[in-house]
């Protein structure tokens, strides 16, 4: 009797801990996969980025080159709401998903972004140092959301050779 009672205990420490161990299996592969999304979602707000500031530089380029005083040309508006306007839709769609995904820290840096990307097209048709403002803002706000997914290593301190 006594035998069967500590087999039978046995047995349900088992399927107890293996329950345990499956469901904590579980949650790592969906960690996992949350973090691959986050890379996918990070790298392709990096690309969008990137065209955005390059149309934006662009843009900037040509009204600096207008004379002094003079309102924008009016061609140079329009193609500056539809050159800028899909990076910009882009940008705002995966800084929602990278802050849904990511949680509390990445809430805060994505809306950093946003805010940053948002601040920048009102520059891009004006002459002055401003431009370059507001995009060494977006490029730190960028490099901020990135550090947090990937932050850089510690560097290990190598300790001096015991001498005995």
Known sequence: MGTAIVAGVFTLAGVILGTALEW??????????DARELADLIAQLRDAVGTFRSFGSVLHTWSEAAVPGDAPQPGL?????????PPMDAITALTR????????????????VRRAMEALPPHMLKSGPGYAERDGELVAALDALCLIFDPPARPRRIRPARVT
Do not use: P, Q, S, W
């Open 77 to 85: 508006v329009k193609a500056a709401l539809e050159t800028t306007g």
């Open 97 to 112: 998903r990278i802050a849904v995904t990511g949680g509390g820290r990445y809430e805060a840096a994505a809306a950093g």
């Open 24 to 33: 904590l299996r579980g949650n790592a592969d969906r960690r996992r996969a």
